[in-house]
Structures are given as C-alpha cells and as structure tokens.
C-alpha cells in the first residue's frame, strides 16, 4: 500500500483525510515543520510527496528511492527543482482552482487600502499628533478610475468582476492567453504593456514568476503618475528596488505588497520604513476557506495520482507524469 510523506503543517480537513485513508490502508509521515531538513529524512520510504512552500532540492530527490508523484499544496512550484524530477520520471502536480477568489480579495483589499492610504489613516488616529492628517486629502477613489490587470488568469478575472462593482474601467493585458484567443465579451486587452501602464490609474499583477520582473524600472517609468499597484502573484514579479524608489519619489503612490523576493523581507528592505506601502506576509491564498480546500486537495491529488484517477490538468510535467 502507498506512503505518504505530508512535509508542513495541513488544515484540520486535511490531517481529518489523513485519518480516513488509514482505512484504505494508507501510510503516511506528518511533518508540522516547513524545512527541507525536517521532512528529507524521511522522504526514501514515500511514494508520494505532499509538500508546501518550502524547497525540494535535487540532492532530497535523490535520496527518493520509491517516489512517484510530489503534489504541491498550491499551485506554485518555484522552490521544487522541476528538471530533477524529470530527470527521475516523478510527477508534479498542483491544486486546482481553489485559492483564486482569495487572491482576488486581497488584491481588491490592496487597491482600497491604497488609495485609502490606510496606513497613514490608522497612525493619525493613533497618534493625535497626526490627526489633522486628513485635511491633506491623501485619499483617493477607486470608482471610476482605470484598473489595468496583468495576466489575466482565474484570479484577474475573479479580480475584474469584483472591480466592476465600483465602476471602474477594467482592460488586461495576457500575451499567453492572447495567443490561445482572448475571451469573446470580455475585458478589452492592451497587447502592449506600456500603452496599458499609462493609460492605468490602478494596477494588480497575477502573473507568475519568469526569469525577469514584469513590472521592472523600465516599466515603472511607464507608468501614468500617482499609480497604485497591488502585487499578491511572486516577489521578484515585481522589481523590489525600482518599486521601492517609484514610491519614494511619488511615481506610484502607493502599493500593497503580498510577496517578496526574500520571505520573509529582511530589516535591510526599504518597504518597511514606506508607509505608503502596505504589507503582508504573504497570505492572499491562505484564507481559512483556501487552506481547507488545497489540503483536501493536495492529499487527493496525490492519492488520485497513485491509483491513476487523477485529472491530467493538475499534472504539471505531463512527459514524466506519463513515462
């Protein structure tokens, strides 16, 4: 019978599966701790491998004598290393759509924290000091205005619907799915990303990480001025530096930052100190709702993929999926 390795902290739903496969004869490993040195001891008697956000080296795999699928409890894989996994035939799949509306809330939440300047609104209040704060009209609204969306994958789209509901004037830009055939009816798209960051009073990225930011230093001198940005897709999606620097200077006004390139940030990031960005660690998909789904999920896929009932489009590496 099959041995799970589940490698980071689940959702009770998802320890509750755990249990119920006992019954199917299942074995499995529960490893709390989200370290690659916590799990990869015990990672050369698993046929399958059901892993969060820490790293999967090719040195782990290597050790991986019985390993068929990993199956990541989400849907990005940067910290997996993919070739060696091709290299050994083993499997990669990612859970569904079950996180995209989360992501798209917390990207709304950005934009409204943003132009609300929240950050600033909080501290007058806190600080008496600061309360005439408010006669400086820093707010912003967002009815109306022009919400560019780059990459317009299940979160954007989940993003444009909830940007209609305060008027905005939506247009996206998503040269992959341009090429597959824009959705017939739906937003307009700027086939030229510079041409869409002028025209944008408001900008939310979801696209995922590549070997360049997509929003870098050239990009951010593009932009129509007094931008507000909203960033719940990769850290490094974004340029750190230049983003830090367009807000210092008032270039974009300001942004909400769910990702960095290093998590979390270290004390050296200018983000800190910006009070015109707002920051979380990392939790637009990680919602009570989400969490309970991708466990679920993660488990099934994993199972799914073992007995050979998995759906082939949670299969990331179809050729080693196959071999």
Known sequence: MPHLLVAGK?????????????ARGVTFDYVEEISEP????????????????????????AKAARLKVVSR?????????????????????IVGD??????????????????????????AVRDPSHWNWRNRLEQREIHG??????????????LARMASG?????????PFLKKAGWPEGDVASF????????????????????????????????????IIIANTARGGVIDERALAQALADGRVN???????????PTDESPFLSQDNAILSPHIAGVTEEAAMRMAISSIENAIGFLEGNIDPALIVNRKSANA
């Open 145 to 158: 205005k022009n919400l560019l969306i780059v990459g317009y994958g299940r979160s954007g789209r989940h």
């Open 191 to 226: 086939d030229d990303l510079s041409e869409g960051l002028a025209w944008a009073d408001c900008l939310s990225v979801h696209v995922p990480k590549s070997d360049r930011p997509v929003i870098g230093e050239k990009e951010l001198r593009a932009v129509k001025p007094g």
């Open 254 to 264: 300001a942004a909400g930052i769910d990702v960095f390139e290093q998590e979390p």
């Open 98 to 123: 079950v996180n995209s509306v989360s992501v798209a809330e917390h990207a709304m939440m950005q934009l409204l924290a943003a132009a609300k300047q929240i950050l600033r609104a909080d501290r």
């Open 73 to 93: 409890h989400g849907v990005g894989y940067d910290a997996v290393d993919l070739d060696a996994l091709n290299a050994r035939g083993i499997a990669l799949t």
């Open 10 to 22: 689940l959702h009770p739903a998802g320890v509750a599966l755990l249990d119920e496969l006992k």
């Open 38 to 61: 916590s799990y990869a001891p015990l990672i050369d008697k698993a046929d399958a491998l059901v892993i969060r956000t820490q790293p999967l080296s090719a040195a782990t795999i």
């Open 166 to 174: 305060f008027d905005m004037k939506v247009r996206a830009h998503d």
